[in-house]
């Protein structure tokens, strides 16, 4: 499997500010995803990082509060915009295997908490 | 119905018995079925993942699909306290790569 690092493991920030959060994989992958994991519950997908495109959004997300980015194959940004407290969870990426299977594989996450 | 549903549990088990965890789902989720387990403040791993009826063996790990039921799940045999996590299943809708989480479950395995 890819190994997936993520920048920052956590952070505290204040409401009104912006953390973008960085996902790197040590080989080209052809579809990255972002997630949110609140306490306790379980995996909300945000988005499908397209590489070259504009990301592909779920319901109840928008570009505007979570702009993603992704240059290239191995690389990928999640931006949470304006926080609120409503924005503290995890937030995860991850990578679909190659190979034509649907096996995903995550980072270690970034823990947002917002004050 | 949730499209994939589990028992929160927690289920709880003595160390050295089989862990039985389960996972139903609904017609949109069809295809490919996933089992991650999640420690605590850590990301999900994955650890099994299958595709056809019936039974698929991974050392200590059994995971079984039955699609005319519409149900998968993960056996823990020699169930350890190391295994004490929440397991999370997944399965995938049609050809978006997307997959389609449960709840999860907790499980405890007691010494």
């Known amino acids: 499997s890819a190994v997936i690092s993520q920048k920052p493991s956590r952070d505290i920030c204040q409401r009104g500010t912006s953390l973008t959060i960085q996902c790197q994989v040590d080989s080209q992958v052809t579809m990255m995803f972002w997630y949110r994991q609140q306490p306790g519950q379980s995996l909300t997908l945000i988005a499908t990082a397209n590489q070259g495109s504009e990301a592909t959004y779920e319901s109840g997300f928008v570009i505007d509060k979570f702009p993603i980015s992704r240059p290239n194959l191995t690389f990928s940004t999640l931006t949470v915009s304006n926080m609120s407290p409503e924005d503290s969870s995890i937030y995860l990426c991850?990578?679909?295997?190659?190979?034509?299977?649907?096996?995903?594989?995550f980072g270690p996450g970034t823990r947002l908490t917002v004050t | 119905q949730k499209e994939v549903e589990q028992n929160s549990g927690p289920l709880s088990v003595p160390e050295g018995a089989i862990a039985s965890l389960n996972c139903t789902y609904s017609d949109r989720v069809s295809q490919s079925f996933f089992w991650y387990r999640q420690y605590s403040g850590k990301s999900p791993e994955l650890i099994m993942s299958?595709?056809s009826n019936g039974d698929k063996e991974d050392g200590r790990f059994t995971a079984q699909l039955n699609k005319a039921s519409q149900y998968v799940s993960l056996l823990i045999r020699d169930s350890q306290p190391s295994d004490s996590a929440t397991y999370l299943c997944a399965g995938n809708a049609g050809n978006n790569r997307k997959l389609i989480w449960g709840l999860g479950t907790s499980l405890a395995v007691n010494p």
């Open positions: 299958i595709y």
């Open positions: 991850s990578v679909l295997r190659t190979g034509g299977t649907y096996e995903q594989y």
